[in-house]
Structure formats: C-alpha cells, structure tokens
C-alpha cells in the first residue's frame, strides 16, 4: 500500500498561490480560517502541514514532509539537500539593497569598502557583497527590515520587494539587485526514490497546471 504524502505549505504571502494551484489539482478541504497546521486532504488524499516559510526546507530535507512549497529566495538561502523539480510561476520577487533616499542622494555604491545590512538573510547579503569586494557586518534580523536605518540599527538593508511600495513609505531607495524569486515545489531525496510514481505523478500534474495558467 502506497503511504499517503505529505506536502509542507508555507504560511504568508505564498499560500493564496499555494492553495489555488492545489484546488486545481484536486486538493480540497483546507479551511484557512482555521487554525490547525494539520489537514487531511480528501481529494488527493494528501497530508498538509501549515509552516513558516522558513521551515519548509527542514521538515521536507529530514523526512517530516515528502514535498514542499517554498520561495527560491529561502532556498538559495538555507541550500537545503533537496529536489527542486517545479518552477510555480506565482509569488514573484526580487532581493534588493535598499538604503534611505537621503544616503542614496549623495551615496556612490562604487565606492563601497565596508558596509553594515540589516537582513534575514545572511548567505546571500555575504556572497553579494563578498564578490564585490565589499566587506560586510551583517545584523539578522526577522522582520520589519525597514526599520532598521530609520533607528541607525544599520545604514542599509537586503530585503525582499515585490511592488516596492514599502520601501518607499519608509523612505528607502532599491540601490542593487541581488536575485529573483518565485514560488518552487521541492521534494525529499529518499521519497522520491521510494515513491517515485506517486510523487512524479504529482510533479505532472502540477506542471501541467502552471503550464495552463502561463498560457492565459
């Protein structure tokens, strides 16, 4: 008998897209005003687990789920050990540094040589400037970015943008660009050797979904 699979969805600004291309696939019976991080799945008989984004990569790297939904921005983040066969197409994103319009005014990013950046994410604000030959203190935070040069916690930031419109009402101006992101479907190394049918059954459906939905 075939296990059921267990799918790991991030909570945020990724589980509207997340949950649509599911119902198009079959998958029913998510009440998101719910708040259990556990549910069972009529249609697809799939098991769905409600996460941080964050963590998404973790529970589907060890085991706890057999494929995820999570940003390409987490997974160039963390590098988990895992497939990533799907581009979603939804949840799209850039990875900018931003600095206040007063700095940025008088700022030449040439001339950099040391900077401090408020960020979640540490890897990639590391490599960006590293290859620039800048060096970098970076301060972790997990949110409200924005705030940080507003306060003088750090002079800039590397944070995620979709309209740009936050930046803009703190003040802040994009200076770089660092990478895109959409939404991608990973899938554990072990599962897919185990269940490889069920789950590569999946993959296709989904595939042909978003294939469908770029075509409208």
């Not at 160039?76 to 931003?98: I, K, M, N, S, W």
Request: glycine fraction near 10%; proline fraction near 4%.
């Amino acid at each position: 008998m075939t296990e059921r699979l267990t799918l790991a969805l991030p909570k945020g600004r990724l589980l509207d897209g997340a949950l649509e291309l599911l119902r198009d696939v079959g998958v029913d019976g998510v009440d998101q005003a719910s708040r259990r991080l556990i549910f069972d799945d009529g249609g697809r008989g799939l098991r769905l687990l409600f996460l941080k984004p964050a963590d998404v990569p973790a529970y589907v790297t060890y085991g706890a789920a057999h494929l995820g939904i999570v940003g390409k921005d987490i997974l160039l983040e963390q590098e988990p050990d895992v497939y990533e066969p799907l581009d979603l197409g939804f949840g799209f994103c850039r990875l900018v540094v931003a600095e206040p319009r007063e700095l940025f005014e008088r700022d030449d990013p040439g001339k950099w040589s040391w900077v401090r950046v408020a960020t979640k994410y540490p890897r990639l604000t590391e490599q960006y400037f590293s290859a620039r030959g800048v060096q970098v203190e970076t301060v972790r935070l997990d949110g409200s970015i924005e705030l940080a040069p507003l306060v003088g916690l750090a002079e800039r930031i590397v944070d995620l943008v979709q309209s740009g419109e936050t930046l803009r009402v703190n003040g802040l101006v994009e200076v770089a660009e660092i990478t895109r992101s959409t939404a991608r479907l990973i899938v554990n190394r072990a599962a897919m050797k185990t269940q490889y049918a069920t789950i590569t059954r999946f993959i296709e459906d989904m595939r042909g979904r978003v294939v469908e939905a770029g075509a409208r």
